[in-house]
């Protein structure tokens, strides 16, 4: 079966910077578009950034435009999420998420275009 890996997560202080991993089996990687996602505490969850399948295209959101990095590793099936200039509003559980068969990063900004779903991992960003 599908399964997605996170990694990375932990307390930071701000401006500081983290990297989040997922690792994924039980799929063709190469061809899904990825993403992460994340839910801060009493919010709904929302897109951070994706990247579509053959890696040229990304989204980000306007939140994290210029600071959040996605990139993906088709070898190692593994998706990055590299986060600098760390803010408080940051804080937030952060999923990894499998998007459809070729799709693009503009294809995979909802939560319904996502197929598969990491159990996520916490990053708390102190002030």
């Known amino acids: 079966q599908v399964q997605l890996v996170e990694s990375g997560g932990g307390l930071v202080q701000a401006g500081g910077s983290l990297r989040l991993s997922c690792v994924v089996s039980g799929l063709t990687f190469r061809r899904y578009a990825m993403g992460w996602f994340r839910q801060a505490p009493g919010k709904e969850r929302e897109c951070v950034a994706t990247?579509?399948?053959?890696?040229?295209?990304?989204y980000y959101s306007d939140s994290v435009k210029g600071r959040f990095t996605i990139s993906r590793d088709n070898a190692e099936n593994t998706v990055f999420l590299q986060m600098n200039s760390l803010k408080p509003e940051d804080t937030a559980v952060y999923y990894c998420a499998v998007g459809g068969q070729y799709f693009s990063a503009s294809g995979s900004k909802t939560e319904g275009a996502m197929a598969y779903w990491g159990k996520g991992t916490l990053v708390t960003v102190s002030s």
């Open positions: 990247i579509g399948w053959s890696g040229s295209s990304t």
